[in-house]
């Protein structure tokens, strides 16, 4: 499937743009889950969550939905990757796995200054869990320094089957090599002037990206560096309306679903 959402869905901004007035707090991730496909939780970043709360989002939305969610920032902030595994196991046991068959991908989301170190780097990927009580896991990571930007952690990725965030954004090197069985991509360029955050014409073009992504192609107009191309294969597509300004985010998503 081709999934496309927002990040998080409690922001003030929203209520009486996105949510209807008068809608309840309570009832705000009941909305969006009925007019998104996905969404991507970044709160997870700098907190754990209990139990109960993923079960209550779990049993609040539709059936096909899916939650992505931000790995924890005491496991990417690791200054020696390779040490990672003990706070990897305790993310994964604080009560994600309540989320059942709507756990979608694991983002680890690494700082600006983190650089490439292929050994450290082989090392973490190595510790990323492909199963955890029963369910299968998808891990993707978002690298944010222009060390990354080379064949070697493309090849190295790939090998781990992880994805690599997409990152369409005027602060992080972007990476749009297709490295794992599905491509998460995080737009972060919508604009209020937009009433859809981005203009038409860019929508039709990450439609058709996205469309290319899953049909196993990649998309050749935006830069790549590994060795080879991906294996042709069908995919999952991840496509999260991020940041840029967020008070459009939800229109643009809706915008592409409609194209999609």
């Not at 199963?131 to 990571?141: D, F, K, S, T």
Request: aromatic letters at 12%; hydrophobic letters at 45%.
């Amino acid at each position: 499937m081709i999934r496309v959402g927002i990040g998080g869905w409690t922001y003030e901004p929203w209520r009486g743009t996105f949510y209807p007035e008068g809608l309840k707090h309570a009832d705000e991730l009941r909305y969006a889950s009925s007019k998104l496909t996905a969404i991507e939780i970044n709160g997870t970043f700098y907190r754990t969550q209990s139990a109960a709360s993923f079960a209550k989002w779990r049993d609040e939305t539709p059936d096909d939905f899916v939650f992505s969610l931000k790995g924890h920032r005491a496991v990417v902030n690791k200054k020696v990757l390779a040490e990672a595994g003990e706070g990897i196991d305790w993310f994964l046991k604080s009560g994600v796995t309540e989320l059942g068959h709507k756990l979608g991908p694991l983002l680890w989301q690494f700082a600006p200054y983190k650089k490439f170190d292929a050994e450290d780097f082989g090392a973490f990927l190595a510790l990323l869990p492909k199963e955890a009580a029963g369910l299968p896991l998808r891990h993707v990571v978002e690298v944010r320094h222009a060390s990354f930007l080379v064949p070697a952690f493309v090849d190295l990725i790939r090998k781990h089957n992880v994805a690599v965030v997409y990152a369409d954004s005027d602060e992080y090197p972007a990476i749009a090599d297709v490295t794992a069985d599905f491509v998460y991509a995080r737009l972060q360029r919508s604009a209020e002037q937009h009433e859809t955050g981005y203009p038409a014409s860019e929508l039709d073009q990450w439609a058709s990206r996205a469309k290319a992504w899953q049909k196993g192609d990649e998309a050749k107009d935006l830069p790549r560096f590994g060795t080879s191309g991906a294996k042709k294969t069908k995919r999952d597509v991840f496509v999260f309306m991020i940041a840029g300004d967020k008070v459009r985010a939800p229109a643009a998503a809706q915008a592409l679903i409609a194209r999609l």
